[in-house]
């Protein structure tokens, strides 16, 4: 929203893109910036065409890699879509080998939840992106990755962490402990829950799960990223679901994970594209090196 930073992204003069936006509002016949003050802002017109455009450019990308794929080569770019808890835990890993196997093609990530990736892939923004399974999309193919449970994030000193421990206790015996207790997700009926934005998945999952182990959840926070969450709940402002994802890698100071044994709660993670744009060679190849990933993370 600011001519002199686009230009600069662009590598052209500012008073060149200011030309062609004019041109552009010329062709159309309609506004498309309203230029109050230093304040550049979108038009209803110009909010209208956004994805027209990303459609456009994307099909422009498109029809680069299939000429690429005719002269035997792979475009050398790739752009992929991605939860923020796959770019935190999961993604480095792939990228580093994948970057090791081919540092000719460069990888561009964009972050957001499943319901504005899939809309991402649709418009041709990114080539591909990792995305919750199933997806009611027909227009994109997906093939499944890999499914992992959803825990119940508490902070450590809540009477849930401190009952799932003492049941670990007791069922423990000599045996190496082996993390606490699963619980029937009714038991935190009485808490108050932390939900993500409304385009995550896990809003969604974890209002049906409640929903389905008997009550309604009562919501203290809502719209927040993973990191934040989980920060909340280390403070003891409520629980949440959260991916096991969430916690391979890295501690996560004054939180516990209790999994879940009633009603049984997972989610499954794919790669979705354009069913009408197969994979580049690069792309395909991108997809091979995260299933080596996903394969060491379970390991």
């Known amino acids: ?8 992204a662009l590598h052209i003069a500012q008073p060149a893109v200011s030309q062609a936006i004019a041109r552009l509002e010329g062709e159309l016949g309609v506004t498309l910036f309203d230029r109050a ?5 979108l038009t209803e017109a110009g909010a209208r065409l956004v994805p027209h455009a990303e459609r456009i450019l ?3 990308d498109a029809a680069e890699r299939e000429i690429a794929r005719l002269r035997g080569r792979a475009l050398g770019r790739i752009s992929v879509g991605v939860t923020p808890t796959v770019a935190t835990h999961l993604l480095p890993r792939a990228l580093a080998a994948y970057r090791a196997e081919k540092p000719e093609i460069e990888v561009v990530l964009r972050e957001g939840g499943t319901g504005a990736l899939l809309t991402m892939i649709e418009r041709g923004a990114v080539d591909l992106g990792i995305v919750v399974l199933p997806m009611d999309r027909p227009s994109l193919d997906a093939v499944p990755l890999f499914t992992e449970p959803l825990l119940l994030a508490v902070a450590h000193t809540s009477p849930l962490a401190r009952k799932a421990l003492q049941g670990s206790d007791a069922h423990s015996g000599h045996a190496e402990w082996a993390g606490p207790a699963p619980i029937p997700l009714r038991m935190a009926a009485d808490e108050p829950f932390i939900l993500y934005r409304a385009s995550y ?3 969604s999952a974890t209002i049906e799960g409640c929903r389905a182990a008997g009550f309604e959840p009562r919501v203290a926070l809502e719209g927040g990223e993973m990191e ?4 909340m709940v280390a403070a003891g402002l409520g629980v949440s679901l959260v991916p096991q994802l969430a916690f391979e890698g890295s501690p996560r100071p004054g939180v ?3 999994p879940v044994s009633e009603p049984p709660l997972a989610r499954t993670l794919g790669v979705a594209h354009r069913h009408d744009r197969p994979l580049s060679a690069a792309a395909g190849a991108f997809v091979a090196t995260l299933r080596v ?3 060491q993370a379970g390991a």
Do not use: Q, S, W, Y
């Open 1 to 8: 929203m600011n001519f002199t930073r686009a230009a600069k």
């Open 37 to 41: 003050g230093r304040e550049v802002r």
């Open 58 to 60: 994307g099909d422009v």
């Open 201 to 203: 998945h896990l809003r």
């Open 228 to 231: 934040t969450v989980l920060r």
């Open 256 to 258: 516990i994970a209790l």
């Open 293 to 295: 990933a996903v394969g």
